[in-house]
């Protein structure tokens, strides 16, 4: 059964940088899409960045657009959030999500494996 661990989570400044790490165990993580999600105090859950099984495409929330980056390399079993240009509106908790799926992002975004979530705060 896959399991998803996500680090990387921390406190950084406005305008400051973070890496996310998504390792997963219990399964070849190649076979999967793999989305990040973010969910901020009070608000539901919303779908950032998506990656396709292979790597090869990628899709964004307009929210994150131009300003985070997913890669993955499935050799190491393990997908990246980078995210850049960090502002208070971007703390929330973040989690990797993974779903069999063959295209970017699943209808809906829907997904099936989740992480246990990093914390992530933007704050001066």
């Known amino acids: 059964q896959l399991q998803l661990v996500e680090s990387g989570g921390g406190l950084v400044q406005p305008g400051g940088s973070l890496r996310l790490s998504c390792a997963a165990s219990g399964a070849t993580l190649g076979y999967y899409a793999i989305a990040w999600f973010r969910q901020a105090p009070g608000k539901e859950r919303e779908g950032g960045s998506c990656?396709?099984?292979?790597?090869?495409?990628?899709k964004y929330a307009d929210s994150v657009k131009g300003r985070f980056t997913i890669s993955r390399d499935n050799a190491k079993n393990t997908v990246y959030l980078q995210m850049n240009s960090l502002n208070p509106e971007d703390t929330a908790v973040y989690y990797c999500?993974?779903?069999?799926?063959?295209?970017?992002?699943?209808?809906?975004?829907?997904?099936?494996?989740w992480g246990q979530g990093t914390q992530v705060t933007v704050s001066s």
């Open positions: 999500a993974a779903r069999d799926y063959s295209g970017t992002c699943p209808p809906n975004w829907t997904f099936n494996s």
């Open positions: 990656i396709s099984s292979s790597g090869g495409r990628t």
